[in-house]
């Protein structure tokens, strides 16, 4: 069974930067697309970013393109996440996941995740 573990949340001000990593363990890594999704105290969990296996093409939820960058390092077994210029509305619990598909992984239809990573961002 795999299992993830995050980790880099925090508090910072507005327009700072923050990286998440995620490790994961119990499982052949490179062929799984891997993800974070987001949750906010009273709002559903959201989709953030996702990358492929094999191309790492990536893929971001509206909110965050253009401040998030996804990443991975396979010989690490690990997932990133570069967040910058950061935002009061980025607050949330951060989540990773993994999947054989990466249009399932985005769909939130992923079974395996984290236990989540607390970032939160001042005004």
């Known amino acids: 069974q795999v299992q993830l573990v995050e980790s880099g949340g925090g508090l910072v001000q507005a327009g700072a930067s923050l990286r998440l990593s995620c490790v994961a363990s119990g499982r052949t890594f490179g062929t799984y697309a891997m993800g974070w999704f987001r949750q906010a105290p009273g709002k559903e969990r959201e989709f953030v970013a996702a990358?492929?296996?094999?191309?790492?093409?990536?893929t971001y939820a509206d909110a965050v393109k253009d401040r998030f960058i996804i990443s991975r390092d396979n010989s690490k077994r690990a997932v990133y996440l570069q967040m910058n210029t950061m935002r009061p509305e980025d607050t949330a619990r951060y989540y990773c996941?993994?999947?054989?598909?990466?249009?399932?992984?985005?769909?939130?239809?992923?079974?395996?995740w984290g236990q989540g990573t607390q970032v939160t961002v001042s005004s």
């Open positions: 996941t993994i999947h054989g598909s990466v249009a399932t992984l985005i769909s939130g239809g992923s079974q395996i």
């Open positions: 990358i492929t296996s094999i191309s790492s093409t990536t």
